[in-house]
């Protein structure tokens, strides 16, 4: 098993491009999220799914969207990068929620937006 | 403000110390997780804790869960170089919906 894989692994961006960041495992699970991860702050949920065609929102999820058409595969959208996306993103899955069972984290997409 | 502070913020100490690492909150948890991070990859789990007052052992690990819910604690004993990372713990509390939140991390560096 591959587990969770992310890609890129970098990534630099100009305000306002957009992009798509890859999320894909093949553990069979259905709970997959999507993290930033800040100096100083934790991580933070931006949005997570709890089945193929059911996504909601966590906790920062302002500029970012996602669709879930598959159980494998998760992406995050930016549709107009800002300098405030910065950061280090992570996404993760497990076979039900956090609370549950072992939540997997993939290695992380680092991005910079200029 | 976090909602899971965590104490201390930078702790460095010398091989075969121990040390304990704090998480606290003022809100009510229904579980809460304990994760080591190492540079350049993602968290990994330790430990889930769900029962007021429950302990957990991982051989020189020991991780508590208080009885009102609201706090943790992880006490490594006779720490090695090898424990160095970032130590995060998070949790599920109702009144933010049960979505998982973190606290900002504990670094830990073992010197040998």
């Known amino acids: 098993n591959a587990g969770v894989t992310q890609t890129p692994k970098f990534q630099v961006l100009k305000t306002g491009q957009s992009m798509t960041l890859q999320c894909a495992q093949d553990?069979?699970?259905?709970?997959m999220s999507w993290y930033r991860q800040d100096p100083g702050m934790g991580l933070r949920l931006i949005h997570y799914?709890?089945?193929?065609?059911?996504?909601d929102q966590g906790e920062v999820p302002n500029g970012y969207n996602v669709s879930r058409s598959t159980t494998e595969d998760f992406p995050l959208r930016l549709l107009s990068a800002a300098p405030s996306q910065t950061s280090v993103y992570f996404c993760?899955?497990?076979?039900?929620?956090?609370?549950?069972?072992?939540?997997?984290f993939g290695p992380g997409t680092r991005l910079t937006v200029l | 403000t976090q909602l899971l502070e965590q104490s201390p913020q930078f702790l460095s100490i010398q091989e075969g110390e121990n040390l304990t690492v704090y998480c606290n909150s003022s809100?009510?948890?229904?579980?809460l997780q304990w994760y080591r991070q190492e540079p350049g990859e993602g968290p990994v789990l330790l430990v889930t804790?769900?029962?007021?007052?429950e302990v957990k052992k991982l051989k020189r690990l020991t991780f508590q869960f208080g009885d009102a819910r609201k706090d943790s604690s992880l006490h490594i004993t006779a720490a090695q170089p090898g424990d160095t990372g970032l130590y995060l713990c998070?949790?599920?509390?109702?009144?933010?919906?049960?979505?998982?939140?973190f606290g900002a991390g504990t670094i830990l560096r073992v010197k040998s």
């Open positions: 993760a899955s497990s076979y039900t929620g956090p609370r549950t069972d072992t939540q997997y």
């Open positions: 553990m069979n699970h259905e709970y």
């Open positions: 799914s709890v089945g193929a065609g059911i996504t």
């Open positions: 809100s009510v948890f229904s579980s």
């Open positions: 804790v769900v029962t007021g007052g």
């Open positions: 998070a949790g599920e509390a109702m009144e933010y919906g049960n979505k998982l939140v």
